[in-house]
């Protein structure tokens, strides 16, 4: 159903809020994925109706955020991080300097990193880490709203490579997907879901530990 936006996203009285950038139709860009009250204005005034849904806003960016998590990097260990992208061509183009995350969480994404840039790693693209939802299709909390949790759905290597898990029936791609998995995922995150489990067709799910 197209919705106009002002029916679903909160009044942001000046204050920057986070937006997962890929809802679907969200064609505001942002070095930094950071969306103004101002930005979603002129977005919605391109537009006769959108659709947009209330989980696609996180909490105002102002020190801590929920759970005392803090803010990911644009970077660890060399390695840049990248919202998903719809469009195939424009992969790999925008880093970012969020979302909310557990440091716990960071810190095993560093040292991944830092092992993976061994092999030439420099990019690597999620669809998201904070997300205060159970998971799905049960009444337990997620990891993502813990920010213990996160989606990976691509890496980028120095010498150009690209392998996306939406792609893992290609062999080639499978392979290199599959030494990922068995050699670093499994490696830092005590849980790793692939492409064989329910609506992960496009993503690594990987998290740590946590009392939901």
């Known amino acids: 159903k197209l919705v106009n936006a002002t029916n679903v996203i909160p009044s942001m009285q000046s204050r920057n809020w986070m937006i997962r950038a890929h809802a679907p139709g969200l064609e505001v860009e942002s070095p930094r994925i950071v969306i103004t009250q101002e930005d979603l204005e002129k977005f919605v005034a391109q537009r ?3 659709v947009l849904n209330p989980e696609w806003t996180l909490p105002p960016i102002e020190e801590l955020g929920p759970r005392s998590m803090i803010h990911a990097p644009t970077s660890l260990a060399g390695v840049t991080f990248y919202y998903y992208q719809e ?3 424009r992969k790999f183009i925008f880093p970012h300097d969020g979302p909310w995350a557990n440091h716990d969480l960071i810190a095993a ?3 991944m990193c ?9 990019g690597l693209e999620h669809i998201g880490i904070y997300n205060d939802r159970n998971i799905y299709g049960t009444n337990t909390t997620s990891s993502h709203a ?5 989606d990976i759905s691509g890496f980028q290597f120095s010498d150009g490579r690209v392998y996306m898990v939406e792609d893992h029936d290609d062999p080639e791609v499978r392979a290199m997907l599959i030494h990922i998995r068995d050699t670093y995922l499994k490696k830092y995150f005590t849980t790793v879901l692939d492409w ?3 609506r992960h067709n496009n993503h690594f799910h990987v998290n740590l ?3 939901p």
């Open 209 to 211: 530990p946590y009392n």
């Open 109 to 111: 994404l560093g040292r």
């Open 48 to 50: 006769d109706g959108i």
């Open 196 to 198: 064989t489990y329910q």
């Open 114 to 122: 830092s092992d993976m840039s061994q092999e030439g790693l420099i």
């Open 146 to 150: 813990y920010g213990l949790g996160i």
């Open 87 to 89: 469009d195939r061509e």
